[in-house]
C-alpha cells in the first residue's frame, strides 16, 4: 500500500531528527527526502516545531502505550522480568526513539520540556513507586526507586543510541537478533539479582 505525503514526511522528519536532532535538521533536507518542495511541505506541517512534535507524537505515545500497560506491581520476579523484555523489545524494534531522545536531552531547552510533560516525567514517578524498595542501596527509598528506573531505561537506551560504538567493541550488529539476545538476558540477571518481593 502506498503511503501517503503526511506519513512520507513523518518517516523522512523521524530520520533526521533522531540522526541529527531538531536544531541541525532542516524543513528543506526532510522536503527534499521526501521528493517534495519545502512550500508543499506546509501544507502538511505548519513548522517544524509542528512537525517534530507529531514525529515525538508518533514514536512517544506507542512506547508510553506499551509502559503503561506494564504500570502495576510484578507479582515476582518472572513477571518483572517479562515486563522489563518488553519495553527492551520496543527499543530494539524502533531505535529511533532512543537516538531522538538523546538529542533532545543533550539539547535542552523547548525540546526535552515538550517530552518530560507530556510523556516521561509522569511515566518515570509512576514506576518508581511501583518498584520495590531496594535495601542494600544508600539513600531514601524514593530515591533508590527512581535510580532503579532510570539505570534501567539508560541500559536499554544507551544500548541503542550508542550502537556505532558498540558495532566497534562487539565486532557485530548491537540490534541484530544474536547480540540482542545476550543484551536482554543480562538484562534479565540484573533484574533477577536486584528483585525484591513486594510487602
Known sequence: MRQSTTERILDAAEARFAARGFSATSL???ADDVGIRTPS??????TKKHLYRAVLA????????VLERLLVAPADAAQAQRNLEAVAQHYYDRPNLARLVQHAALAGGDEIDV??????DPFF??????????PSLHGRASQRR???????HNLMSGYVTMAPLHRRLLGEDPLSKRARARHLAFLKDLAQALWVAPR
Open 28 to 30: 528543506g533536507e526532510i
Open 41 to 46: 511541505l506546509y501544507k502538511h506541517f505548519a
Open 115 to 120: 517530552m518530560m510533560k507530556r510523556w516521561f
Open 58 to 65: 508518533r514514536l512517544l505515545d506507542p512506547y508510553v502505550e
Open 125 to 134: 514517578r509512576r514506576a518508581a513507586q511501583l518498584t520495590p524498595a531496594l
Open 146 to 152: 527512581m535510580f532503579v528506573v532510570l539505570a534501567f
